[in-house]
């Protein structure tokens, strides 16, 4: 999503519609995100489309871009101390060669790697990886477990240089990495599996969890519930950080920050929102209806959750249309957003981080680069004078910067 | 092969050890070559040791590095028009994500990324990615000439943008990458199979060739073998380039050269040229014996083709010890050399380019940075002075550069 998190991001005037194929863009990006004394830069990724209507892909400012890694290789050469975090799939690639490229992006970035481990259930993805290429054996998370703990062997300093002799139900790895331990040790490991099986592997092995909560309530329980996980594990709860997502829009005054944010809905194409919303609401009964109409009566349907059924009735309430609520749905993308003035959105983090919903946030801007720059120059000032925001990195290493060490 | 071509170039005493592993070394390196107006900058690889004896492997200086995509989009943020050329395995990857990395390196880079196909025949290589990661089907080349069928067809800026629903017998593939082509529209596909397969392979879909011979006889009859069987393949035989190995080792006067020269062969640890000659004869007969003592009479074994047996005999008539006979194996790795004033050297290259045995040549330096330098300064003048290298680079493109637009 190169030019910004909101759904419609590219269709906004200040938008590069080439801004995901232009490295310089990214170069920008990583600048201004460092120069502000971000811990983190996060590349999501998918191995092709995820939307199997080409028709709506094209429109969701979500399509293929640069290979993550790669991509990161490149950006270490024009930053020094921002972490640097790809994601990459246990379903298709084997432990050796990932341990090995992230190793490497390790290395060449002084200790400033990360790996968003991701199983990939997108039946559209594993179209590209069929036929006998890779024989999935045990389920998705079987893999993803054993995966993710051969690559913390390979990675772990005391393994560099001998053996490991793995061997297991789905993998066998003989030698070791033979690569040096970067300043950092090893790589940081980032997921965010949202189900019982995404906590427990996130619990085990993660430095760092992503997760969407659009409340606080939301978030809150989900941390409870990891951090109790990770204790479970035998492990120190500090040692998993955990970051819901927010898509801030921000600006000196309310209005102008709602104005910005009206704007943004407004781009929202029609066909987008309502095939978002059809998919959220797991149901085809939108067909054919009114836009400007009211939301018919819906059946309860396995798709659709108890939170999902508050907003719908909460748009009833409203006397929302069915464009306004797939906008609701559609620009959200399932990730909280605060729009407002520096101090309100510096509020409402303050409240997730010290009622312990929160130990840090995964910034989404709504649009790059202008809400990424209206952040660092509105918000984190306000952070910073709350003392809740670094003013000068503390370390060279992203486990150094995450307090990881 | 960090600190040269050389196999005890490790030893040097201007070798830094760490080289393999300091992305620094790798910058300086990239830009004395871009500085020079090489063609491209090329990294061997293979995902693991290739060496079982784990002593011997170590003083091999080949021992495992950067992993090398990642490494050259980082040094593609540190150059401008050099290629940049990865060796990948079609045996432990995906047709998929390989093409969207080199893509992606492609672009991030304005045009310069080459793709060194290798289907990786070490089982010590095999031992990382064992059990059911990766099920092949066929055989090695069958599964290596779909993977790059595929690999060309998502390259094809015809096919960017559309599903190319690939089905066949090793691997199915939907979607197209969505990336678009670079400036110079696909990655160079670069080969060094010598196998008849491999070498077929190459005539149907390789845009360069590297290849070992020690002598113009040899390469004269690769070349001609290979072009022959570009011409069989429907495709204009100017449109492969075949670029031999070589490993100059040159100084002002013919002494110093030699003196260089030996100085390295010096070097070669016992016992790393007495596993490489054992294994080159295919024998286990020199076990015990004396090294300054003449080599033993030796049953012909398969392992002992008839240009060995040449220079075995050639060995005993010069009365060459063990130790000389296995060290002159073991410095050159299969691959030419040259030892001489630059206009010695000259005279050789333009000898095998005039005799249309190569169209360029793969240099090999003994020692980095040393016999780089040494080369850019001594032997590419007098190449420019008789007109065989470029005075500046013909464009902005690994393609163009190639002469393959």
Redesign the interface.
């Known amino acids: 999503m190169a030019t910004g998190h909101h759904i419609a991001a590219w269709r906004h005037p200040e938008a590069a519609a ?1 801004a995901g ?1 232009r ?1 310089e863009h990214y170069v920008r990006l990583a600048r201004a995100a460092e120069q502000a004394g971000f811990d983190l830069l996060f590349l999501e990724d998918a ?3 995820r939307e199997a209507n080409a028709n709506i892909a094209s429109q969701t400012s979500r ?5 993550p ?6 950006l ?3 930053t020094s101390t921002i972490g640097l975090v790809a994601t990459a799939s246990t379903s ?6 990932l341990a ?2 992230f ?3 390790d ?2 970035s002084g200790g400033r790697a990360g790996w968003n481990l991701v199983t990939s259930a997108s039946t ?1 993805e594993a ?11 045990g389920d998705r998370y079987g893999r993803a477990n054993e995966f993710a703990d051969i690559v913390k062997r390979l990675w772990d300093p005391a393994d560099r240089a001998r053996p490991i002799a793995h ?9 070791g ?4 331990p970067s300043p950092q040790g090893a790589p940081v490991l980032v997921q965010a599996g949202a189900s019982d099986v995404g906590r427990d592997l996130a619990a085990r092995t993660a430095d760092v969890v992503f997760t969407a909560a659009q409340t606080f309530e939301v978030a809150k329980s989900f941390y409870d519930d990891v951090k109790h996980r990770v204790r479970e594990a035998g492990r120190n709860p500090d040692h998993l950080r955990i970051m819901p997502g927010v898509s801030p829009v921000v600006a000196e005054t309310r209005a102008a920050a709602q104005e910005k944010f009206e704007q943004l809905q407004a781009l929202i194409p029609d066909e987008v929102a309502l095939a978002l919303l059809a998919s959220y609401l797991d149901t085809d009964a939108l067909k054919g209806l009114p836009l400007d109409g009211p939301l018919p009566e819906l059946p309860a349907t396995q798709g659709m959750q108890s939170r999902q059924a508050l907003v719908i009735e909460q748009s009833r309430r409203d006397g929302l249309s069915i464009r306004d609520v797939a906008r609701h749905f559609a620009g959200a993308r399932g990730h909280w957003r605060v729009v407002g003035t520096a101090s309100d959105i510096a509020d409402q983090l303050e409240e997730w981080f010290t009622g312990e919903a929160a130990d840090g946030f995964n910034i989404l801007p709504a649009v790059f680069p202008g809400e990424l720059d209206s952040f660092v120059s509105l918000v984190i000032p306000e952070l910073q004078r709350r003392g809740l925001f670094r003013e000068a990195y503390d370390g060279r290493t992203l486990r150094a910067n995450l307090g990881l060490v």
Do not use: K
């Open positions: 080439d194929i490295f191995a092709g489309l399509s293929v871009g640069f290979e890694l790669s991509l990161l290789a490149g270490a050469a024009h298709y690639n084997e432990p050796y060669a090995r490229a190793a490497s992006l290395l060449l559209i179209a590209n990886f069929g036929a006998e290429g890779l024989c999935r054996h061997e297991g139900e789905n993998f066998s790895v003989f030698q990495l033979g690569l040096p």
